[in-house]
């Protein structure tokens, strides 16, 4: 319980900081949550969690073949101005397209 607490709170840290500090730099708070942050949190918590079994490495290999996948989530907001779409446009259509790139990334991670 007190793993899951820990990771509770520095996830939690995490994003309130990076919120925040949008309204402030933007650029600095996007570079920031771009940063492999939360890989860099949850591989040592699951090894920790897991020791020795190689689930964190088995996760980190996972996270590289879906990075590509995880990028089409931005694909609406690269457009949005040109195509006049809301924001909330922009996100729904984000993550319609995040769900597909799921289905390509499951297709892909079988043979991992």
């Known amino acids: 319980m007190r793993l899951y607490l820990l ?3 520095v996830t ?8 925040s500090l949008a309204g402030r730099s933007s650029a ?8 492999p942050l939360t890989t860099m ?3 040592p918590m699951a090894e920790l969690e897991h020791r020795g079994t190689g689930v964190a490495v088995e ?3 996972h996270i590289l073949l879906a990075l590509p996948f995880s990028l089409l989530f931005f694909a609406p907001f690269v457009v949005a101005e040109r195509l006049e779409l ?10 319609t397209l ?4 799921y289905a390509g990334f499951r ?3 079988r043979g991992l």
């Open 12 to 19: 939690a840290v995490i994003v309130a900081t990076a919120s």
């Open 41 to 43: 949190i949850v591989l």
């Open 59 to 61: 996760l980190a290999r």
């Open 7 to 9: 990771k509770l709170l």
């Open 86 to 95: 809301s924001f909330w446009k922009a996100y729904v259509l984000g993550c």
């Open 98 to 101: 995040l769900l597909a790139g």
């Open 28 to 35: 600095l708070a996007g570079f920031l949550v771009a940063m």
């Open 107 to 109: 297709v892909l991670s």
